[in-house]
């Protein structure tokens, strides 16, 4: 039964390079989120897709960065012109079908990627 | 705008004892309460939750307490092992938000043997 897998585990990149982090949910899981931790933080929400749509991107900053959940393969948080401020790590959660007025379905996380930027 | 709180940025307790776990809200649109556990370099693992419409929920060792009025809940861990030692943190939700997850800066516990 695999969790939700996120790749790489750790990312190294240099400022004004591109980051590409990819997540693949939980087996019937199309709900997908991403999340930012900085360093002595909890995480913070970025995202939340569904397969080809994204549905909340309130906590996305408005430049360098975008995501997408592909009718295909997995989701990707794409990072573009990275700076050292983006230095965190990347956590990706998966839930099943949400079901109109039901209570929120719980979130799986994966193990996340370490972005270091140089 | 922290809107989940976590006070307490650690917590030490003997081993066999209970953990007490405190978490405060701001929004009092949050109807749905989650606590996650968290071991270096992994990411967050479910641990319980509990809805508004409760105000306990209990799966073995572990107990969610919801004071609605208070803003405020509470995770009991008793009784507590060393393989309980993490970083714990506390989330909300608003169902009739985009189901996003609102987190504490969560509370590290450590378990003496």
């Known amino acids: 039964n695999a969790g939700v897998m996120q790749n790489p585990r750790h990312l190294v990149r240099r400022r004004g390079q591109e980051a590409r982090l990819r997540c693949s949910p939980m087996k019937g899981h199309s709900h997908v989120y991403w999340y930012r931790q900085l360093p002595e933080e909890g995480l913070k929400f970025m995202v939340y897709l569904q397969k080809e749509n994204i549905i909340d991107e309130s906590g996305m900053p408005k430049e360098r960065f975008s995501a997408e959940f592909p009718k295909e393969g997995p989701s990707i948080l794409r990072i573009q012109q990275v700076v050292r401020g983006d230095s965190a790590a990347y956590f990706c959660?998966?839930?099943?079908?949400?079901?109109?007025?039901?209570?929120?379905?719980?979130?799986?996380f994966g193990p996340g990627t370490r972005l270091t930027v140089l | 705008d922290q809107q989940v709180k976590q006070n307490s940025p650690s917590l030490s307790v003997q081993e066999g004892r209970i953990s007490i776990l405190n978490c405060d809200y701001t929004?009092?649109?949050?109807?749905?309460f989650l606590w996650y556990k968290k071991y270096p370099a992994e990411g967050p693992t479910f641990l319980i939750s509990?809805?508004?419409?409760?105000d306990k929920n209990e799966d073995g060792r572990f107990t969610v307490f919801l004071n609605k009025s208070a803003k405020h809940l509470s995770l009991h861990i008793v009784p507590s092992q060393p393989g309980d030692s993490a970083v714990y943190f506390c989330?909300?939700?608003?169902?009739?938000?985009?189901?996003?997850?609102?987190f504490g800066t969560g509370t590290r516990l450590t378990v003496i043997p």
């Open positions: 989330a909300a939700s608003a169902e009739t938000g985009a189901n996003n997850l609102f």
């Open positions: 509990i809805s508004s419409i409760k």
């Open positions: 959660a998966s839930s099943p079908r949400i079901v109109a007025g039901a209570s929120t379905d719980t979130q799986y």
């Open positions: 929004n009092s649109m949050f109807d749905y």
